[in-house]
């Protein structure tokens, strides 16, 4: 017995969705929208007992989230397969950082952590509920058996709402960021669930920022710079290590090697970062992964779009868009910044 023997089994790869740039791009088709939560991908299998949460890349999520696995014991049927997002929230407002945290190895600090930091489940699709594998049926109808399962949830189980009214979509995708999410996805109504596509669209927030170019990261092949270290000046005139730019085509990173090398330090000494350069702090995810960097003299400003910050950093890797000449690195600072207005995470859920 276990979760083996549902209509859908474990591994599942979740279907995805793909990025647009705003709303004109979905056209004039008929969709579905939701909130993109900023959380963990996750798909629940339950059948009676027997709870399994398996990750957007297929490694089960189960040893590091107990307080979930309870959850879904007390608030799920007997026996289903449903897709969702473990979130974490702080106060009112959804903690991705705090959500990173709980992947720890010591057991100890796992069951710390799961009465510190709870993470809530918010469901958004359904692929198997009862003997019935619900994958080949349209998502309007998928939805509505999950509807179905939602009168069982409780305050830390929740359903994700929806809406077919563009304007209202339009006021989420603003508001929303206000709770901590990530933007909005878009579903067509009468399509299958398909493992592992991006049949789906997500609009998400885009901005731009001029940035001091710090240092670079070599490219994983040797060839050219991977990535780019950027900072932005604080008011005690520090400079804060914001995040990188990256996603190069293999020609780029040769330019990019070549332009930097009149900024290139051979010595960091005296460079704002020096108590790191040559180094880098560990990967949470890739204990393996080489964060060795080469310091530059910050001379250098870039603009760059970013969608979000997150405890004083870019929330994701930046995508460059140009170099800046005509900027001073000192006029780099954290005031260009915008954000959003603050609503409470629970507003999110009674729109």
Not at 54 to 66: A, D, I, K, Q
Not at 205 to 223: E, L, N
Request: proline share 8%.
């Amino acid at each position: 017995m276990g979760v083996g023997d549902l209509p859908v089994k474990p591994p599942v790869k979740p279907m995805l969705a793909k990025a647009v740039d705003g709303f004109e791009a979905l056209g004039g088709r008929e969709l579905v929208f939701e909130p993109k939560w900023d959380g963990f991908r996750c798909i629940a299998f339950r059948h009676d007992d027997d709870i399994e949460l398996g990750s957007r890349n297929e490694r089960p999520l189960t040893r590091y989230f107990p307080e979930v696995v309870s959850l879904l014991r007390e608030h799920l049927p007997a026996r289903c397969v449903v897709d969702g997002e473990l979130i974490v929230a702080s106060g009112d407002h959804l903690d991705f950082a705090a959500l990173q945290q709980r992947i720890h190895p010591a057991e100890s600090r796992i069951t710390m952590l799961a009465e510190t930091t709870p993470a809530a489940f918010v469901a958004f699709d359904v692929l198997a509920a009862g003997e019935v594998d619900l994958r080949a049926r349209p998502f309007s109808e998928r939805r509505a058996v999950l509807e179905t399962m939602a009168p069982a949830f409780g305050p830390d189980v929740r359903l994700t709402p929806t809406t077919g009214d563009r304007t209202v979509a339009a006021e989420w995708f603003v508001r929303f960021e206000g709770a901590g999410l990530d933007g909005l996805i878009a579903k067509p109504p009468g399509d299958p669930y398909v493992e592992d596509r991006r049949t789906q669209f997500k609009l998400k927030h885009t901005r731009t920022a001029d940035v001091v170019v710090a240092g670079y990261r070599i490219h994983k092949d040797r060839r050219g710079v991977g990535s780019l270290l950027l900072g932005l000046y604080a008011r005690d005139g520090s400079l804060s290590h914001m995040g990188v730019a990256a996603s190069f085509t293999t020609k780029r990173r040769t330019e990019l090697l070549e332009e930097l090398s009149s900024v290139t330090m051979d010595d960091p000494d005296g460079h704002p970062w020096a108590a790191w350069a040559g180094s880098g702090t560990p990967n949470r995810w890739n204990a393996g992964r080489d964060q060795s960097w080469t310091a530059v003299r910050p001379e250098l400003v870039c603009e760059v779009k970013y969608g979000s910050t997150l405890g004083g950093r870019f929330r994701a890797t930046t995508r460059f868009v140009r170099w800046r000449p005509d900027r001073d690195p000192a006029s780099c600072s954290f005031d260009q910044l915008e954000e959003p207005t603050p609503m409470p995470l629970r507003d999110v859920f009674e729109p």
